[in-house]
C-alpha cells in the first residue's frame, strides 16, 4: 500500500490562526503524490513476455475476424430481406 502523504506543513499568520498553503503548493503536491503512486503502481504490473503477447494480438485478430464474417453475413442477409421484401410490395 503507498505511502500515506504527509501532512502540508501549516503556517500561523499574525492572529495566531493556522494559514493553508496555496492554491498552486496544494495541487503541487497532490500531483507529486499521484505521480509517486503511479510509479509504484507500475512497479506491480505483470508485463507480459514477446511470446505471450503475440499469442494475445493473434487471438484478438482472430476474434475481430470471426466478428466481421459474422456482421458481413448478417448484413447480407438483411439486405436480401429487405430487396426481397420491396420487390415484392412494388409489384
Partial sequence: MAKKAKEPKTK???????????W??????????W???TKLELK??????RNELFKACAAVLVCILVV???VW???????????????LFQG
Fill in 12 to 22: 500561523v499568520d499574525k492572529n495566531g490562526k493556522e494559514k493553508k498553503p496555496n
Fill in 35 to 37: 505521480a509517486h503512486e
Fill in 24 to 33: 498552486f503548493v496544494r495541487h503541487w503536491r497532490s500531483l507529486r503524490n
Fill in 68 to 70: 466481421g464474417v459474422f
Fill in 73 to 87: 453475413v448478417l448484413d447480407a442477409v438483411a439486405a436480401a430481406v429487405i430487396n426481397a421484401l420491396l420487390h
Fill in 44 to 49: 506491480k504490473v505483470h508485463w507480459p513476455k
